[in-house]
């Protein structure tokens, strides 16, 4: 948009006025936030309405991202950007004495999400406005996002995230959108007209209230919609002849109830939940969003037997699962369809991703608790599935009679979400190569074979624009003055400055961004935990949720290795590093919550230590999540990428770092993969077992840890010093990560991968010592990058799944 320096300080100067009723002087950073967020949302009001205006009026294709989780962290400066004032916006604040950085801190992040899964859906927000797709998010305005971690004595403790305490700037609450959820109550079938009518009885009625928040495109005037929904009881105040009566409890009791199924997000990530309330927040946000799209599709007068030709529905996991019978609802009993109109429309409408193998997040609930939760929902269910083994049954019975049962939606009780997904949608994606491969050849073949053309592979990507020109912008300044500006349009040009791959100036000018980066990186640690690190040591960086399958512990014990070795020989000729660990445990996963209090009490040993402290530094970064992020991922040399092979669907936390210049220390897992063919072997360190040598030894069965850890006496000893009284806590404070180890066999080879892990440790600090290479390699690895963007990501969901039409700018067409 146009705006100059004057107009805007004039504009902010009465909006601060009015919003704080405050002069500037003594205005409070936070009044000074949320005049600056809802001035910009202003800004962009004209190109948010003009866009659902044109959607509507050239009756387009509209995607709906459906998704239990948008991780979208702060929106001001992201937006700023995308709406072209960023530079102007500063300096009129600077004008007035003001600092952008320091407002902008005042802003909360959206934390509504774990991790790579709802981040990966704020990427793909922020992705389909600026390719020019129309294409929203539905999901769950939770008041509390995931937990703010503090550690205490070394010890993860949780606290609620109280994000909306201040007001949302950004969000605008839509009470006439609001629809009805229905749970429990029974099923009346009725016959009239030839057809069976289904009516839901004596149900408990929510109310969905939607909270829209604009999602600006890259400088292209296109605005589309994230609308989370919030539930409400469904009287807008409580029952106040029962207050009046004294009967407090059960009123206030009974709206609690309502209302608690947007007040917190699970905190678990890759892992099933299976509580009543999870599966109520996941038909929760399902049914209002799809009233939603048909309510705005009947508007448009379109017959409802072209739903799918205007509607395109992904589901983000199998969280919003229950889009497939819900839609089959709203079509037979409300539209009144037939089963095999009905289904024709939905299958044809929905999409569905995985982002994951590990069989304990595989969502799975009882037949008896979704049949009392959701009795229409359920009943649809069954005759999914009646009709899928049906034919099933006819095409295997006699070659092998069991997989019809393998393939079944319910079985043992239960009913089993990715197995509806699969046959409940078009299209099913893996995250990665090698993801996809896996599960089209191994853990889902039957569904493979039955279904030839329906899976098939989206790399996962990450926006460039937040994660390099938002968030590192010496180097994003480099970047341009090299190859032009082109790149934050189409990242892929980023190839452009392989050009500069043996130009020692260029190469000098991006160690010393890295070297300032990590100086800031220094500031900020110390302005907000009080540590000191040395932005000459290597930076060495593992961020991510803790998970076993992530392997934190690998990476611990090697430090443990590395500092026994030091304390052996303290001369030994090693580059003095830094090792950042950033991570949020499960608040209920004990092994994560030990190796988190293990990482710090290693710190502890050896930041105190003076033989070795000089050399080696621990250091555990508080309350990980995408502010961090931004902080952290411009200053990292070394990005850890280490998962067990086959365990990691994708990553994108690679893609980030790689982009900021990082090499990647890597196994042959997810994205690693791609990027190893993006960058080349000499630029990436490798090591550690295939996910096909995993695979070999998982099934037969012949990998013994407790050898290796008889034969590998450094190892040993690292392994042993978490109960052998080095470190300050008591022998069995780590009994379940040790026991994990020895008395179960490791499944995730960290013993096997351990020594194969330390050499490539060694190669990677030779390769830093040689500064010339090193230089060349972090330029490979940025010049590389642009495939990794989630444009290219979204372009190909829309060119492969979607099939929205793609527009360049909307300005012209109203
Ligand atoms: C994550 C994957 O673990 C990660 O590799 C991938 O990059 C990311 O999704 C985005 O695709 N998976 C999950 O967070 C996940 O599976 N969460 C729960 C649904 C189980």
Same mark, same amino acid.
């Given at each position: 948009?146009?705006?100059?320096?004057?107009?805007?300080?004039?504009?902010?100067?009465?909006?601060?006025?009015?919003?704080?009723?405050?002069?500037?002087?003594?205005?409070?950073?936070?009044?000074?936030?949320?005049?600056?967020?809802?001035?910009?949302?202003?800004?962009?009001?004209?190109?948010?309405?003009?866009?659902?205006?044109?959607?509507?009026?050239?009756?387009?294709?509209?995607?709906?991202?459906?998704?239990?989780?948008?991780?979208?962290?702060?929106?001001?400066?992201?937006?700023?950007?995308?709406?072209?004032?960023?530079?102007?916006?500063?300096?009129?604040?600077?004008?007035?004495?003001?600092?952008?950085?320091?407002?902008?801190?005042?802003?909360?992040?959206?934390?509504?999400?774990?991790?790579?899964?709802?981040?990966?859906?704020?990427?793909?927000?922020?992705?389909?406005?600026?390719?020019?797709?129309?294409?929203?998010?539905?999901?769950?305005?939770?008041?509390?996002?995931?937990?703010?971690?503090?550690?205490?004595?070394?010890?993860?403790?949780?606290?609620?995230?109280?994000?909306?305490?201040?007001?949302?700037?950004?969000?605008?609450?839509?009470?006439?959108?609001?629809?009805?959820?229905?749970?429990?109550?029974?099923?009346?079938?009725?016959?009239?007209?030839?057809?069976?009518?289904?009516?839901?009885?004596?149900?408990?009625?929510?109310?969905?209230?939607?909270?829209?928040?604009?999602?600006?495109?890259?400088?292209?005037?296109?605005?589309?919609?994230?609308?989370?929904?919030?539930?409400?009881?469904?009287?807008?105040?409580?029952?106040?002849?029962?207050?009046?009566?004294?009967?407090?409890?059960?009123?206030?009791?009974?709206?609690?109830?309502?209302?608690?199924?947007?007040?917190?997000?699970?905190?678990?990530?890759?892992?099933?939940?299976?509580?009543?309330?999870?599966?109520?927040?996941?038909?929760?946000?399902?049914?209002?969003?799809?009233?939603?799209?048909?309510?705005?599709?009947?508007?448009?007068?379109?017959?409802?037997?072209?739903?799918?030709?205007?509607?395109?529905?992904?589901?983000?996991?199998?969280?919003?699962?229950?889009?497939?019978?819900?839609?089959?609802?709203?079509?037979?009993?409300?539209?009144?369809?037939?089963?095999?109109?009905?289904?024709?429309?939905?299958?044809?409408?929905?999409?569905?991703?995985?982002?994951?193998? /590990?069989?304990?997040?595989?969502?799975?609930?009882?037949?008896?608790?979704?049949?009392?939760?959701?009795?229409?929902?359920?009943?649809?269910?069954?005759?999914?599935?009646?009709?899928?083994?049906?034919?099933?049954?006819?095409?295997?019975?006699?070659?092998?009679?069991?997989?019809?049962?393998?393939?079944?939606?319910?079985?043992?009780?239960?009913?089993?979400?990715?197995?509806?997904?699969?046959?409940? %949608?078009?299209?099913?994606?893996?995250?990665?190569?090698?993801?996809?491969?896996?599960?089209?050849?191994?853990? /889902?073949?039957?569904?493979?074979?039955?279904?030839?053309?329906?899976?098939?592979?989206?790399?996962?990507?990450?926006?460039?624009?937040?994660?390099?020109?938002?968030?590192?912008?010496?180097?994003?300044?480099?970047?341009?003055?090299?190859?032009?500006?082109?790149?934050?349009?189409?990242?892929?040009?980023?190839?452009?400055?392989?050009?500069?791959?043996?130009?020692?100036?260029?190469?000098?000018?991006?160690?010393?961004?890295?070297?300032?980066?990590? +100086?800031?990186?220094?500031?900020?640690?110390?302005?907000? %935990?009080?540590?000191?690190?040395?932005?000459?040591?290597?930076?060495?960086?593992?961020?991510?949720?803790?998970?076993?399958?992530?392997?934190?512990?690998?990476?611990?014990?090697?430090?443990?290795?590395?500092?026994?070795?030091?304390?052996?020989?303290?001369?030994?000729?090693?580059?003095?590093?830094?090792?950042?660990?950033?991570?949020?445990?499960?608040?209920?996963?004990?092994?994560?919550?030990?190796?988190?209090?293990?990482?710090?009490?290693?710190?502890?040993?050896?930041?105190?230590?003076?033989?070795?402290?000089?050399?080696?530094?621990?250091?555990? +970064?508080?309350?990980?999540?995408?502010?961090?992020?931004?902080?952290?991922?411009? %200053?990292?040399?070394?990005?850890?990428?280490?998962?067990?092979?086959?365990?990691?669907?994708?990553?994108?936390?690679?893609?980030?770092?790689?982009?900021?210049?990082?090499?990647?220390?890597?196994?042959?897992?997810?994205?690693?993969?791609?990027?190893?063919?993006?960058?080349?072997?000499?630029?990436?360190?490798?090591?550690?077992?295939?996910?096909?040598?995993?695979?070999?030894?998982?099934?037969?069965?012949?990998?013994?840890?407790?050898?290796?850890?008889?034969?590998?006496?450094?190892?040993?000893?690292?392994?042993?010093?978490?109960?052998?009284?080095?470190?300050?806590? %008591?022998?069995?404070?780590?009994?379940?990560?040790?026991?994990?180890?020895?008395?179960?066999?490791?499944?995730?080879?960290?013993?096997?991968?351990?020594?194969?892990?330390?050499?490539?440790?060694?190669?990677?600090?030779?390769?830093?010592?040689?500064?010339?290479?090193?230089?060349?390699?972090?330029?490979?690895?940025?010049?590389?990058?642009?495939?990794?963007?989630?444009?290219?990501?979204?372009?190909?969901?829309?060119?492969?799944?979607?099939?929205?039409?793609?527009?360049?700018?909307?300005?012209?067409?109203?």
């Amino acid at each position: 948009m146009e705006l100059n320096v004057n107009q805007f300080k004039k504009d902010y100067l009465r909006r601060l006025k009015a919003k704080s009723g405050r002069p500037l002087e003594e205005s409070t950073v936070w009044d000074q936030y949320h005049a600056l967020g809802s001035l910009i949302k202003e800004y962009m009001t004209d190109d948010w309405v003009g866009t659902s205006i044109a959607y509507n009026k050239l009756d387009t294709r509209q995607v709906f991202y459906f998704s239990m989780e948008f991780l979208t962290g702060k929106l001001l400066c992201d937006y700023m950007h995308a709406m072209g004032v960023f530079e102007v916006v500063e300096q009129g604040l600077t004008d007035l004495g003001l600092s952008l950085e320091t407002i902008s801190e005042a802003e909360r992040d959206q934390g509504l999400g774990n991790g790579g899964l709802g981040r990966l859906a704020a990427c793909f927000m922020d992705s389909m406005a600026s390719v020019g797709i129309p294409g929203h998010g539905i999901g769950i305005r939770f008041n509390f996002g995931l937990f703010e971690q503090k550690i205490i004595n070394g010890y993860q403790v949780e606290f609620p995230d109280r994000w909306l305490e201040n007001r949302n700037v950004w969000e605008v609450k839509m009470p006439d959108k609001a629809v009805e959820v229905h749970f429990g109550g029974s099923v009346r079938q009725d016959y009239i007209g030839g057809r069976n009518v289904f009516f839901l009885e004596n149900t408990e009625v929510v109310m969905a209230v939607p909270y829209d928040t604009p999602i600006p495109g890259y400088q292209n005037g296109i605005v589309n919609t994230l609308r989370l929904y919030s539930a409400e009881a469904k009287t807008p105040d409580f029952d106040l002849a029962g207050f009046s009566r004294g009967d407090y409890n059960r009123v206030f009791s009974e709206k609690y109830a309502v209302e608690a199924i947007s007040q917190v997000l699970y905190p678990d990530d890759a892992y099933e939940n299976g509580r009543l309330l999870r599966l109520k927040q996941e038909y929760f946000f399902v049914s209002a969003g799809l009233q939603g799209i048909m309510r705005s599709f009947k508007r448009s007068g379109l017959p409802i037997r072209d739903f799918h030709k205007y509607n395109a529905i992904h589901i983000n996991d199998t969280h919003p699962a229950l889009a497939i019978p819900e839609l089959m609802r709203l079509l037979m009993d409300i539209e009144e369809l037939n089963w095999e109109e009905a289904w024709k429309i939905t299958t044809q409408t929905i999409s569905y991703t995985n982002h994951t193998l /590990l069989h304990e997040a595989m969502e799975k609930w009882p037949v008896d608790v979704m049949k009392s939760l959701l009795p229409r929902i359920f009943m649809i269910i069954e005759e999914i599935d009646r009709r899928f083994n049906q034919i099933t049954e006819r095409l295997y019975h006699q070659v092998d009679p069991r997989r019809s049962q393998q393939m079944a939606i319910i079985g043992d009780g239960q009913v089993r979400m990715a197995h509806l997904c699969i046959v409940g %949608s078009h299209s099913v994606n893996g995250v990665a190569k090698l993801h996809s491969e896996l599960l089209a050849t191994k853990e /889902l073949k039957p569904f493979n074979e039955f279904y030839a053309g329906k899976f098939n592979n989206k790399t996962n990507g990450i926006t460039h624009r937040r994660w390099l020109l938002h968030s590192n912008p010496r180097l994003s300044a480099h970047i341009t003055e090299a190859i032009g500006d082109e790149w934050i349009k189409e990242p892929e040009s980023l190839g452009r400055l392989m050009k500069y791959h043996s130009d020692p100036a260029y190469l000098e000018k991006l160690m010393a961004i890295k070297r300032a980066n990590k +100086v800031d990186f220094s500031n900020y640690l110390h302005k907000t %935990s009080g540590v000191s690190i040395d932005p000459d040591s290597i930076y060495d960086i593992q961020i991510k949720r803790l998970h076993e399958y992530k392997r934190q512990t690998l990476n611990i014990l090697h430090i443990m290795s590395m500092y026994l070795r030091l304390k052996e020989d303290p001369d030994l000729d090693l580059i003095p590093r830094t090792f950042l660990f950033g991570a949020k445990a499960a608040p209920g996963y004990q092994t994560a919550k030990q190796t988190i209090k293990l990482i710090n009490a290693v710190g502890d040993l050896i930041n105190a230590d003076k033989d070795v402290n000089e050399k080696l530094k621990v250091v555990f +970064v508080e309350n990980y999540g995408v502010t961090v992020a931004e902080h952290i991922i411009p %200053s990292a040399d070394i990005s850890e990428q280490i998962s067990t092979a086959s365990k990691e669907a994708s990553g994108t936390g690679n893609m980030k770092l790689m982009m900021n210049g990082a090499v990647t220390v890597a196994t042959l897992d997810g994205a690693n993969i791609e990027i190893l063919e993006a960058v080349g072997k000499d630029n990436i360190f490798l090591f550690g077992l295939t996910a096909e040598e995993v695979y070999r030894y998982t099934e037969n069965h012949s990998y013994k840890a407790f050898e290796i850890y008889q034969n590998n006496p450094l190892l040993r000893r690292a392994i042993d010093m978490m109960t052998d009284g080095t470190l300050n806590v %008591s022998p069995e404070e780590f009994y379940l990560i040790r026991s994990a180890l020895l008395d179960h066999n490791d499944a995730f080879f960290v013993l096997k991968d351990f020594e194969s892990y330390a050499n490539i440790q060694k190669k990677a600090c030779e390769a830093y010592r040689d500064k010339k290479r090193w230089s060349a390699m972090s330029l490979v690895n940025i010049a590389k990058s642009g495939i990794f963007s989630s444009d290219r990501t979204i372009r190909d969901y829309n060119r492969d799944i979607w099939k929205a039409p793609v527009f360049e700018t909307l300005k012209g067409s109203l």
